[in-house]
């Protein structure tokens, strides 16, 4: 049919038919769909379209550019369309045009003022069913927040990713684009095609997408949980549970490199069974959200919603920590809310414009780290990431939240020079919105979620990072002790010769060690980048090593503070950590292998006795836990304290940092009586050199360094050792 023959009411008004045309129109409801007594619908490619209404099927006029157009008489009603493509049998379908929006006036109100928690249910893709009145239509919803585009699109195979076949709807001011396709479901891949105001096309990854496409393909992916939990018993602990008074010893892992090839699934079996054998309490993941370069360990985070692809599905994420939560374990997510990578198909420049990041550069960018901040003082940036918080919580269980960079979101100068940064409105470096922004995490997680725990890499000496919101803190449950880290291996790399003089390295925690909720971390930071693993910054001999490790990690595990160990350190690797390969698995099967199975054994062996140990934990944050039985002895490389539990336990942790054994070594103690031996790591059975030591010691009535009574013990070089008190 001809233009000129073609009924002027069927046709759509030139201006908009062109922004239609080159998916530029905010309102293509407006023409696509039934209207007054005009039903048009595009099908790109279509030879015919037929309407199949009140049991009749009615050709519809080609108007073009692949409009089918038809007049109807009579309400508005149900119907269908019948589409025939050139070599290809006729396809019925619904109409995406007739299907009201999935977002309410109240989610639109909530998304504005940044306060909409559950923030995934509303945006991103959702499969859906709706009852109609030719019968239910299943589908997918899609809805995406751009507000400087111009026209969106929602682009996949399903259309020959072409953004003219499914342009979507603006939501008014609130700069949400939505849109229903019926036939759409799970395992589609899509994108956004944005229109930007400048007349480019771009197209982006989901924001709130709950799978993505296995790195490098970069596409969102339609995705729904029917993953039936059995952690009630785990999470009505967890919400009574105090983790202050309670042991904490953490294995950090990197999920793809502990053993490389294991998927979630393989994961739920053979990493569960290791952690619970090795005593821990809690695993913490690094980054499992999807990230485009595996060699950034997940933290250039391109897909917040979405658990990496890499290692299998979402679902069976959730049976991994639902596996862990059944043997008594808790898991800890690394979360990256600081900044975020710039590819061209994820958050940067998202809709033509800053719109996730700060659009000034002084405070939207990190150069060190080639990424962009995000604007913590948007409303709807900030709505984005508090909810993705309670999103790990509430759809994946996950007990903590580890917060990386937290210093580099605190200042506005961190890792800039002079000209680089602009002050805040009273003349600082504190980046305000960002401490607003994980004051208000902070406090939703904690209201929302009683005993999931939130943590702080923070490396400076910012003050309140533990202490509560309510009391202008941070809000964090805990902070990981940089200096401790910093100072102690310092100290322990040096020959014991040198010890002396970098005595105040390996006592200067305790200077600070209850201003705030500490962790003490040996993360896969120290690991890397030349720094070499913990083995190999030990001094001496395989022997010297093997003694020096396993003499600093009793005093980890003795120190007041929660444990965090990096994996493999547990079993001394020799070579540094890389995510290219697996754990060096067979060091403790090598010419030496005694050796790392040894410390194996006793990191086993710290977290069982840890556990069983009321003094080592219980009074963590609190002085009254702790005091010194030998901090002054730098000659001798020998540190003793007393810890204390709630209870009157009382535990004596004695170190010999030096290569020289103190046979007849006095130290002051707080009760008179017996002290039993319950841990020694000159043990033979730890590859010690099996000193014969009695495993119970009397007082004697002699006062020293303060106390009424002391213990006279005898020290092996580079060993530790822990005495409970009797009686």
């Known amino acids: 049919m001809s233009d000129s023959k073609i009924p002027s009411s069927l046709t759509i008004p030139r201006e908009d038919l062109n922004r239609l045309r080159n998916c530029q129109h905010h309102d293509p409801h407006g023409f696509y769909g039934w209207h007054g007594n005009v039903i048009r619908t ?97 589908g997918t919803s899609f809805a995406v927040w751009a507000p400087n585009a111009i026209g969106v699109a929602v682009v996949g195979d399903f259309c020959g990713w072409n953004a003219s076949q499914f342009p979507m709807r603006s939501l008014g001011s609130s700069g949400i684009w939505e849109l229903f396709i019926p036939g759409v479901g799970e395992g589609e891949v899509y994108k956004y095609a944005i229109q930007t105001q400048e007349g480019h096309r ?74 619970a054998d090795m005593g821990y309490t809690h695993v913490e993941f690094m980054p499992v959200a999807e990230h485009p370069f595996g060699g950034s360990w997940g933290y250039q985070v391109s897909g917040y919603y979405a658990p990496t692809s890499r290692w299998g599905s979402p679902d069976e994420l959730r049976a991994l920590i639902d596996a862990f939560h059944a043997r008594g374990i808790g898991v800890i997510v690394d979360w990256v809310p600081a ?104 406090a939703t997680v904690q209201r929302e979620h009683p005993g999931v725990l939130t943590i702080a890499e923070e490396s400076t000496s910012w003050s309140g990072v533990t202490a509560p919101t ?36 390996i006592t200067f925690s305790m200077v600070y060690a209850y201003s705030e909720k500490f962790v003490l971390p040996i993360s896969h930071d120290e690991v890397v980048h030349g720094k070499g693993s913990l083995w190999a910054r030990m001094p001496g001999d395989s022997w010297n090593k093997a003694a020096g490790l ?12 929660k444990n965090l160990l990096f994996q493999g350190q547990e079993f001394g690797q020799i070579q540094e950590w890389s995510e290219a390969r697996s754990l060096d698995w067979g060091d403790m099967e090598g010419w030496e292998g005694e050796y790392h199975l040894a410390t194996q054994k006793l990191v086993r062996q710290l977290n069982t006795i840890y556990k069983d140990s009321p003094a080592l ?91 009424e009574d002391s213990l006279v013990l005898h020290l092996p070089a580079m060993s530790a050792q822990w005495y409970v008190f009797e009686e």
């Not at 941070?474 to 790399?493: C, P, R």
């Not at 836990?625 to 535990?651: C, P, Q, V």
Request: hydrophobic letters at 30%; glycine letters at 8%.
């Open 339 to 442: 900044h975020f990578p710039k590819d061209d198909w994820a958050l940067g420049r998202f809709d033509g414009r800053a719109l996730y990041e700060h659009p000034d550069p002084r405070r939207g960018e990190q150069k060190d780290w080639g990424t962009y901040v995000f604007d913590f003082g948007r409303h709807e940036v900030r709505n984005f990431l508090v909810a993705n918080a309670l999103y790990w919580c509430e759809e994946f269980h996950i007990d903590g939240l580890r917060v990386d960079a937290v210093a580099s979101m605190l200042y506005l100068d961190y890792s800039r020079n002079p000209g680089e940064w602009e002050p805040n409105q009273y003349g600082n470096n504190h980046h305000l919105e960002a401490v607003q922004f994980l004051q208000e995490v902070n």
């Open 470 to 505: 309510e009391d202008n803190g941070l809000g964090f449950s805990l902070k990981w002790n940089m200096g401790w880290m910093n100072d102690t291996l310092e100290y322990i790399s040096k020959d014991p010769v040198h010890r002396e003089y970098h005595h105040n390295e």
């Open 550 to 561: 396993r003499t600093y990690l009793t005093f980890m595990w003795s120190h007041p503070g």
């Open 617 to 707: 934990y219980t009074q963590d944050d609190s002085h009254k836990g702790f005091s010194w039985a030998k901090s002054d002895d730098a000659a001798h490389n020998i540190l003793a304290f007393h810890r204390y539990g709630t209870e009157g336990e009382i535990m004596l942790c004695v170190f010999n940092f030096g290569g020289t054994s103190q046979e007849d070594y006095r130290l002051g103690v707080p009760k008179s009586g017996r002290w039993h031996m319950v841990l020694n790591t000159d043990d033979a059975e730890y590859e010690g050199a099996g000193n014969p030591l009695p495993e119970t010691v009397e007082t004697k009535d002699e006062g020293w360094d303060g106390y």
């Open 202 to 275: 771009r197209d982006k990854a989901d924001p709130l997408a709950q799978l993505a496409e296995t790195p490098p393909a970069t596409g969102s992916v339609v995705t729904s949980s029917n993953y039936q939990w059995k952690d009630a018993e785990w999470l009505e602990h967890r919400a009574k549970a105090n983790i202050h008074s309670e042991p904490m010893s953490v294995y950090e892992v990197h999920l793809g490199s502990w053993k490389q090839g294991l998927s979630y699934s393989e994961l739920a079996t053979e990493l569960v069974d290791y952690v």
């Open 42 to 138: 595009r099908k790109l490619g279509a030879e015919q379209v037929e309407l199949l209404i009140d049991n009749t099927a009615i050709p519809m006029t080609p108007i073009g550019d692949d409009i089918f157009a038809v007049e109807v008489e009579g309400e508005p009603r149900d119907y269908r369309l019948r589409t025939t493509w050139p070599g290809f049998e006729p396809r019925e379908s619904a109409d995406p045009y007739t299907f009201l929006p999935t977002l309410g006036e109240t989610d639109i109100y909530l998304i504005s003022e940044g306060r909409h928690e559950r923030l995934w249910e509303v945006l991103g893709s959702h499969p859906r069913t709706y009852s109609t009145q030719l019968g239910e239509v299943s």
